[in-house]
């Protein structure tokens, strides 16, 4: 356990943060432009891919990089680094025809709560 | 809201949460796990230090410096760094550049993700689920609610804050401040404006600082 | 998990609330719930994401009827005791004490 945090040093761990974003060299799944399917995974422990979106079909907008993966590091599992994913859903892909024509979701997913589409 | 639960009035017995948080910091405290300074200094930095001036300060930069506005779109975290912002809850930046035709919005469904060092911890709508559902499923309907009429041909963006990036909303700047000062455009930028839920309104003739 | 808290989509929870210049803590032991999860979290016994996780973990009915921050004091207790930082019982303890002696 680290030694409790002192006053004095508050200003510098804050400014320090915790990034989540890590220098692994791993290989990508998919690239922008591909064409992707949010998993239907219903794990009972932590994962960071919402109920709205499993099943979905989207679109990868942006390759944000390697970063921690939350859904095993909240349960003890460690890092797993693996690229996080800026994707794009039609509103009517998650909420059908009643939805606005135009209108867009972006939710940032990992490789592993993604399939090719 | 309900708040019986969580004060007591000056004179009457603790609530069950007030003793509650007393519990643990005299626990902990006592353990030497944390110490009572540092707790001061967390506070005292996000209820004076850190707040919304500081995306403020960010949007009157990219209002004014057009090369700032590129740097800043092409790498948020920099470019914000740039200003002297950064640190938790801000680590991987991204700025959502809001245009004629588009409109972002940004949300955590999940919990309450949200750009700390730009503009300080979230309020309270934004952590609550009224915003937190509506916002991804029916966010032209939000925004009606919250005073901003998009038209149909605008696309709207919503972004889930899923991870560890974090979002901050470049409005558009409003007609009327043409030529004004970035000290004076920083006075008009609101906090709900670099959320999404609201536009930046010039003031009324008189109303420049 | 499949918990309360994964809301996008949902209908029923109400309009949206909005406190104009709303302060950033409403009372004194929300500072001291922010300052303390703040603090404990340093200590490195646990991550961010285990954190949201115990806050997952908070029985619907409750989640939905208290407020943020005591959420995060709910959440806080079951790290600390879960982590091995605290015993249940030495909270239970220090509670029973300092309600007896409980007036402002």
């Given amino acids: 356990m680290r030694r409790a945090l002192r006053a004095a040093d508050v200003g510098t761990v804050l400014l320090k943060g915790g990034p989540a974003r890590l220098p692994d060299d791993v290989p990508p799944r998919f690239k922008p432009g591909d064409l992707v399917v949010a998993r239907n995974i219903n794990p009972t422990g932590h994962t960071r891919l919402p109920r709205y979106a499993r099943g979905r079909r989207g679109v990868v907008d942006r390759d944000h990089g390697v970063f921690v993966f939350a859904d095993a590091s909240a349960m003890g599992r460690g890092k797993k680094p693996q690229h996080l994913y800026s994707v794009r859903f039609g509103a009517r892909e998650l909420w059908g025809p009643q939805a606005a024509a135009r209108d867009v979701v972006y939710i940032d997913l990992w490789d592993d709560h993604l399939d090719p589409g | ?209 | 998990m499949n918990g309360i808290h994964d809301m996008g989509g949902m209908h029923g929870l109400g309009p949206i609330e909005r406190e104009e210049n709303e302060p950033v803590f409403h009372h004194a032991w929300e500072r001291r719930a922010f300052a303390l999860n703040m603090a404990a979290g340093f200590l490195g016994e646990w991550n961010i994401d285990m954190s949201r996780y115990a806050r997952e973990q908070m029985p619907a009915a409750e989640y939905l009827a208290t407020s943020y921050y005591e959420h995060w004091l709910w959440s806080l207790e079951r790290l600390l005791v879960d982590k091995g930082l605290l015993t249940q019982a030495e909270i239970d303890a220090r509670l029973a004490e300092l309600r007896k002696r409980a007036v402002k």
Avoid at chain 2, 51 to 59: D, I, L
């Fill in chain 2, 1 to 209: 809201m309900s708040d019986e639960h969580d004060h007591a009035e000056e004179g009457s017995p603790l609530t069950e949460t007030e003793l509650r948080v007393r519990a643990l910091e005299s626990l902990l405290v006592e353990k030497g796990l944390v110490d009572p300074a540092a707790l001061d200094a967390l506070i005292d930095t996000y209820e004076t230090k850190v707040g919304p001036r500081n995306g403020a300060h960010v949007v009157a930069r990219a209002w004014v410096d057009p090369a700032y506005r590129a740097r800043l779109l092409e790498d948020g975290s920099k470019a914000i760094a740039e200003l002297g912002y950064m640190g938790r809850q801000g680590e991987d930046m991204m700025v959502l550049e809001n245009t004629p035709k588009v409109h972002n919005m940004v949300v955590c469904t999940l919990c309450s993700c949200y750009p700390w060092p730009v503009l300080g911890l979230p309020p309270v709508w934004y952590k609550s689920a009224p915003y937190r559902s509506r916002a991804v499923l029916d966010p032209r309907g939000v925004l009606r609610e919250l005073g901003v009429e998009v038209p149909e041909d605008v696309e709207v963006r919503v972004w889930d804050s899923t991870s560890e990036v974090r979002y901050l909303v470049l409005p558009e700047r409003p007609a009327g401040t043409e030529g004004w000062s970035e000290a004076e455009l920083v006075g008009i930028v609101t906090r709900d404006s670099m959320i999404g839920v609201a536009k930046v309104q010039a003031p009324a003739r008189g109303g420049r600082r």
